[in-house]
């Protein structure tokens, strides 16, 4: 019973360095969303995807690209990492929000930025 | 903007009841979650309430006032697993019903 699985849990970059954060779902959800959580500051949403082939900016869009281009996968890219860039980051599924079901997290993935 | 407020940390004791309050001004409103996160993992739905009043789940009940913009999280017969932070959520209404997360509450259970 997996639900959504986020790859890598842990990383270490070097300022300027690029990388992909994997997330994957199995619960056939039409949503998907990429958060960040830092001290002090809670969950803020950084891309979110209503369907595949769609991606959308959130709160935080700056420095991170997405692509949803099969239903279950979301990925997250760097493409340049920076020091502020260093924070938990969760990925999320959930069916359609009409449909009043709540978002489903993976374990996050800690990254830091050096 | 959206606007939601709970208290940073608070704590109680084992075997005791807990409110976790929390206040939102937001632009539209069409439900309000709460999660319940341990410290290094993942959140974790609690309960949802889109109507006034309240919803009961075991030892944990959440109520909500739409007019006052207020909902509280009680926790009943408080045991040392339930030391984790609390976040409230709200779902605006309109278009993709974006959901807002408060800075969540650190409960500390203490024996």
């Known amino acids: 019973n997996a639900g959504v699985t986020q790859t890598p849990k842990f990383r270490v970059l070097k300022t300027g360095q690029s990388m992909t954060l994997l997330c994957a779902q199995d619960m056939n959800h039409e949503y998907m969303y990429w958060y960040r959580q830092d001290p002090g500051m809670g969950l803020r949403l950084i891309h979110y995807?209503?369907?595949?082939?769609?991606?959308a900016k959130g709160e935080v869009p700056d420095g991170y690209n997405v692509s949803r281009l099969k239903k279950q996968n979301f990925l997250l890219g760097l493409e340049s990492a920076a020091p502020s860039q260093t924070s938990v980051y969760f990925c999320?599924?959930?069916?359609?929000?009409?449909?009043?079901?709540?978002?489903?997290f993976g374990d996050g993935t800690r990254l830091s930025i050096l | 903007g959206q606007n939601i407020d709970q208290p940073t940390e608070m704590t109680a004791t084992e075997g005791a009841i807990v409110q976790i309050n929390c206040t939102y001004q937001t632009s539209g409103f069409n439900g309000l979650f709460w999660y319940q996160q341990h410290a290094g993992e993942a959140p974790t739905f609690l309960s949802y309430?889109?109507?006034?009043g309240l919803e009961e789940k075991g030892r944990f009940s959440s109520f909500l006032s739409r007019s006052k913009g207020y909902s509280y999280l009680l926790l009943k017969e408080l045991q040392m697993k339930d030391s984790a932070s609390y976040l409230c959520a709200v779902r605006l209404s309109g278009g993709y019903q974006k959901v807002t997360f408060g800075t969540g509450t650190k409960l500390q259970v203490i024996p």
């Open positions: 999320a599924s959930s069916p359609p929000q009409y449909s009043n079901q709540p978002q489903h």
């Open positions: 309430n889109v109507l006034d």
């Open positions: 995807s209503v369907g595949e082939g769609t991606t």
